[in-house]
Antibody, heavy 127, light 108 residues
Framework: QVQLQESGPGLVKPSQTLSLTCTVSGGSISSGSYYWNWIRQPAGKGLEWIGRSYASGSTNYNPSLKSRVTISVDTSKNQFSLKLSSVTAADTAVYYC???????????????????WGKGTTVTVSS | DIQMTQSPSSLSASVGDRVTITCRASQSISNDLNWYQQKPGKAPKLLIYAASSLQSGVPSRFSGSGSGTDFTLTISSLQPEDFATYYCQQSYSTPSITFGQGTRLEIK
């Protein structure tokens, strides 16, 4: 079955760019009707959706982060990536990658839900 | 943005109890509501999608209901492995999805 694995530096200095990669195994990032997402969770707090990309490269971002976020897909490596610029301590969190499946139900219309998640990686912003 | 509000924020219950968690949307979201379970140090796990559809492999003691603005997640008979934090998530305003703040289910 499809598995996701996040990777990247665990420590980033303030004002620098946070860069993470999610490697997809057990399936092709290009197959099916999937969106590839990044979600984060500060310690002891809830989940915040950062953004997503389709395999074609089309992207959507959380408006509150849009000016600092770039998500890209590398189909040749079966990976997708997150870049978050100008980080501050408020960006310290566990970052998850997740697959969102889009299903067209004959009666219920388009359904979307995140059915596969990576284990998460902790990123600390500190000098 | 569509705001999702869960209640209660925390809940104490015993093994075997029937438990209900509520999620309310700030506007109608039809049935575009998903539920996730998260255990400490782990990633969220999909339980219910489209308000009431059980994800494959999830025990049948979990069920979801509701439409419009009010939704519930019910665990019919709590098991020790069910103590976790539960999140609702709306996909109505996709791509701008939002989560509820979470409900922490603790052992009484």
């Amino acid at each position: 079955q499809v598995q996701l694995q996040e990777s990247g530096p665990g420590l980033v200095k303030p004002s620098q760019t946070l860069s993470l990669t999610c490697t997809v195994s057990g399936g092709s990032i290009s197959s099916g009707s999937y969106y590839w997402n990044w979600i984060r969770q500060p310690a002891g707090k809830g989940l915040e959706w950062i953004g997503r990309s389709y395999a074609s490269g089309s992207t959507n971002y959380n408006p509150s982060l849009k000016s600092r976020v770039t998500i890209s897909v590398d189909t040749s490596k079966n990976q997708f990536s997150l870049k978050l610029s100008s980080v501050t301590a408020a960006d310290t969190a566990v970052y998850y990658c997740a697959r969102c499946i889009e299903v067209v139900h004959p009666l219920r219309g388009v359904l979307e839900y995140m059915d596969v998640w990576g284990k998460g990686t902790t990123v600390t912003v500190s000098s | 943005d569509i705001q999702m509000t869960q209640s209660p924020s925390s809940l104490s219950a015993s093994v075997g109890d029937r438990v209900t968690i509520t999620c309310r949307a700030s506007q109608s979201i039809s049935n575009d509501l998903n539920w996730y379970q998260q255990k400490p140090g782990k990633a969220p796990k999909l339980l219910i999608y489209a308000a009431s559809s059980l994800q494959s492999g999830v025990p049948s003691r979990f069920s979801g209901s509701g439409s419009g603005t009010d939704f519930t997640l019910t665990i019919s008979s709590l098991q020790p492995e069910d103590f976790a934090t539960y999140y609702c998530q709306q996909s109505y305003s996709t791509p701008s999805i939002t989560f509820g703040q979470g409900t922490r289910l603790e052992i009484k």
